[in-house]
């Protein structure tokens, strides 16, 4: 039996036929869970525990039945034996980063009325430049001002925040940045939006946090009046989205897949 400790992290028995996979979260597990062989299991961490703990627990320890996989986000990730990181930003990012155009198409059966290409174009392109937009804006923030109490808290959940995203979505342009700048001054900020440096940060291309993407594509749907099976919240929508991606092939198109299917052997 082994045990697995965090500061934060409730501790979890394996069972000696058992071997664990820790991600970071309900969508890692479903689609982990779609792949892995007879002998290993997949737990999801709690919201509370982190990825932080998990790689501080990692470093300290030398595993030989556990391994991890979390979100890559916007860190300098260490390499650290038997700890992977997802491709893009998270699972989400990365599986619609992954998926083809005919996947993303055959999930558009989420979206009522509306056909197969249309989705691609009008609303899965647009959504995806704006995520990545918003992403580059939020590693700024991250960079560029080392003083969290500082730094712009996350207010996406804020409605205003579509207001800055709607013409960008509309018109496939740029955030309004003054605007941006503008709204979190009148919240009591002090920042000055290099914009200029912003632009050129853009070295990034489709890479975002997925649940930024469903948020502003929720948003987006709810601003052109375009129905939905998961219409009260993002998160519903979210979950729909990653469960019909498990019946694709994306997932052994990435990185993490095939680098712990050749160094571990636990996935299919």
Known sequence: M?????????????????????????????????????GWIVI?????????????????????????????????????????YTDYNDIESTAINYMNDYEI???????????????????????????????????????????ETKRPKYLFNDYNWYSFLKNSLNNNSSINYKGVESLYNNLGYNINIDYEKVMNEKTYPNEFRGHDFFQILYYFLKEKNISHIYSSNYQLLEKKFIEKSLNYEWIKRTNVYNEIKNKIGCFK
């Open 105 to 147: 198409k055959a999930s558009s059966n989420i979206i009522e009325n509306i056909n197969n290409d249309d989705f691609k174009i009008k609303i899965i392109n647009p959504v995806l430049n704006v995520s990545t937009e918003f992403s580059n804006l939020w590693r700024w923030f991250n960079n560029n001002i080392k003083d």
């Open 2 to 38: 082994q045990t697995i400790y965090c500061n934060n992290m409730n501790s979890h028995r394996i069972n000696k036929n058992k071997k664990i996979i820790y991600v970071e979260g309900i969508n890692d597990k479903a689609v982990f869970d779609n792949i892995i062989n007879n």
């Open 44 to 84: 999801p961490v709690t919201k509370n525990e982190g990825k932080k703990e998990i790689v501080r627990s990692f470093k300290d320890n030398n595993y030989s039945d556990i391994i991890a996989i979390v979100d890559k986000d916007y860190d300098n990730n260490e390499v650290i034996n038997n700890l992977f």
